[in-house]
């Protein structure tokens, strides 16, 4: 066997958006509780059974939906590697690449993190900010100021990623007034005055 990269039947894919689309606007429409098979399935022109080749559930779906989240925000953020040292200018490209994903994705995110009713999708991307931020402080070799400052890292990590995802909720609640290289900007500035 050969080390080719095994690729995804196209049909495969589309058919997993249809149900990932389906599935988003049920959630716009209603509770998550009254979302069944049957209406992702038929607002997804298919039928149950493929719903069902795909998914053993909903909740699995969900989850599945959520590792695809992730993924695509690891894709969008082209992180460079671990070992090198960050500079400023990598912390803002990615911040700008973060919040650019979200405005290209905002009907998904403005459904999944701003509604409330999946909080799968919050902890996950809470979870990665998690990392981000944990990343960053390692990376701009921020644990001696911390520890010059009295602030303890795992602190410092809770306020900044959840000061992030709660910015980032607000932002799509809000319609996304602002473009994200200004929000990108403000939260620079934040960070400078503390």
Do not use: C
């Not at 909740?59 to 989240?69: F, G, L, N, R, S």
């Not at 809770?158 to 609640?173: D, E, F, H, N």
Request: net charge negative; charged share 25%; glycine share 2%.
């Amino acid at each position: 066997m050969d080390n080719r990269t095994i690729r995804t039947d196209p049909r495969v894919i589309r058919t997993r958006q249809l149900l990932k689309d389906a599935f988003i606007e049920l959630l716009q429409e209603m509770d998550i509780e009254k979302i069944s098979v049957n209406r992702i399935a038929e607002r997804a022109t298919i039928n149950r059974v493929t719903f069902y080749l795909h998914y053993k559930d909903i909740p699995d779906m969900m989850e599945k939906i959520a590792d695809d989240m992730i993924e695509d925000i690891h894709r969008s953020l082209n992180m460079t590697s671990e070992s090198q040292p960050m500079t400023e200018e990598d912390d803002w490209t990615m911040l700008v690449n973060l919040l650019e994903h979200f405005a290209e994705n905002a009907k998904f995110y403005k459904v999944v993190l701003a509604s409330r009713r999946t909080p799968i999708f919050t902890e996950r991307l809470l979870n990665l900010l998690t990392e981000l931020i944990t990343l960053r402080i390692e990376r701009m070799g921020g644990d001696a100021a911390l520890t010059t400052n009295g602030v303890q890292k795992d602190i410092a990590i809770w306020y900044g990623s959840s000061a992030l995802i709660g910015t980032i909720v607000a932002w799509l609640r809000k319609d996304m007034p602002y473009t994200p290289v200004f929000l990108a900007k403000q939260f620079t500035l934040m960070r400078s005055l503390s």
